[in-house]
Nanobody
């Protein structure tokens, strides 16, 4: 079992910056990923990171604006979001618990077993 707690969401104007945090504990495995889901839309994978290796993956549409990093001593993964747009408004969640060995962790939701409660991000124009 793993536990994940997100924080750092809030309201920001377009063009702004936010840093989301995901504190993980328990048997979280090697991978942590960030997802978002807006009302009426499918959950979208954003970024992943291999906790041990540090390898990261950012989905193509967000590359250049979003980044992912981790602090192993704090058991925390960060999602750094720049140049925010109104369409980035969503509930952001982190997940862990992928089975198997990965060099580059996946960003597909069904592959993750454990989820946090999420943190809301609202971007106003």
């Amino acid at each position: 079992q793993a536990q994940l707690v997100e924080s750092g969401g809030g309201s920001v104007q377009a063009g702004g910056f936010l840093r989301l945090s995901c504190k993980y504990s328990g048997d979280s495995g090697d991978c942590v990923a960030w997802f978002r889901q807006a009302p009426g839309k499918e959950r979208e994978g954003l970024a992943s990171i291999h906790i041990g290796l540090g390898n990261t993956e950012i989905v193509d549409s967000l590359r250049g604006r979003f980044a992912i990093s981790r602090d192993k001593e704090k058991n925390t993964v960060y999602l750094l979001m720049n140049s925010l747009k109104p369409e980035d408004t969503s509930m952001y969640s982190c997940a862990a618990g992928v089975k198997g060995f990965w060099h580059i962790c996946p960003t597909l939701a069904p592959q993750y077993d454990y989820w946090g409660q999420g943190t809301q991000v609202t971007v106003s124009s």
